[in-house]
């Protein structure tokens, strides 16, 4: 672990809080339930056998990654297992993103960066009326998305294939309000804020966006940090591994750091 991702680490589990030190309702049921909710489906089980298979499998992919660090175009030949051990996020994680898009229902969910799908399906699979539309820039990733998504016999997911850079603005210009937007992929300064810009307008007072690798780097750090003091950014959550911004006019402005 660098030692700024190490220090942000210790900083952030000397600031979090748990349920015992939330007083507005909405917060500490948000929380109680999405945050920390213990439901359980089969649905988990499924996912999580394509995540094992991709794990143990000795295939590699040829990658295009226009990710954190593209300036120096990161393509070359990978492992799939090695993608999956560090670039996708823990069970733990992709079942709170399942409840998230649960608890908003039907309606618009954005996803940058796709990857293998494992999040896409998480979040596909939380309601059948959602959808899911995910951006991918690497080709061979999405082969075995699509395959995923076709063993799991979903049809709720739309995949934008490209550069997000270049395929960003004809999605916002054509798509009325979304839901939720999953930021996952261009783990940058200037890619996150320009992002966030692109597809702020598009959220309405119950959206929720959630910002994956916040600690990742001292900008996306910085970014953050910038993202939680915009006026128009009017809830706040940090659970290091991510942090969620709301936009509901009726919370008064309020930052929380929670135990995850
Ligand atoms: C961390 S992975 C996504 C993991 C996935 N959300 C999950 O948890 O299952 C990041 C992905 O974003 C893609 N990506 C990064 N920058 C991109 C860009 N500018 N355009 C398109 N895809 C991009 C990478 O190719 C990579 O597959």
Avoid at 205 to 214: E, K, L, W
Wanted: proline share 2%.
């Amino acid at each position: 672990m660098p030692f700024h991702h190490l220090f942000s680490y210790l900083e952030y589990k000397l600031n979090a809080v748990d349920s015992h030190s939330l007083h507005s309702p909405f917060v500490f049921n948000f929380y109680q339930n999405i945050l920390k909710g213990k439901q359980n489906t089969e649905v988990f089980d499924e996912i999580e056998s394509y995540r094992k298979a991709l794990l143990r499998t000795n295939e590699s992919i040829i990658i295009n990654d226009y990710g954190a660090g593209s300036q120096v175009n990161k393509s070359g030949k990978r492992k799939i297992s090695d993608l999956a051990r560090s670039g996708l996020s823990s069970s733990k994680f992709s079942r709170m993103l399942f409840r998230l898009a649960d608890f908003l229902g039907d309606g618009e969910i954005v996803e940058l960066g796709t990857s293998f799908g494992i999040n896409t399906l998480y979040l596909a699979k939380s309601n059948p009326r959602a959808h899911i539309t995910t951006f991918e820039g690497c080709t061979e990733s999405i082969k075995i998305a699509r395959g995923l998504f076709d063993k799991a016999g979903q049809s709720n997911i739309k995949i934008i294939e490209g550069n997000i850079d270049l395929t960003l603005d004809a999605f916002t210009r054509e798509t009325g309000r979304v839901n939720l937007v999953y930021f996952d992929a261009n783990h940058q300064y200037d890619a996150t804020l320009r992002y966030y810009h692109q597809l702020r307008p598009l959220a309405h007072a119950d959206t929720i966006f959630v910002m994956d690798d916040i600690y990742w780097s001292k900008p996306m750090k910085k970014a953050w940090k910038e993202l939680i003091a915009l006026p128009e950014v009017t809830l706040s959550m940090d659970i290091f591994d991510a942090g969620l911004l709301f936009f509901n006019r009726d919370f008064c402005k309020e930052h929380f750091v929670l135990e995850f």
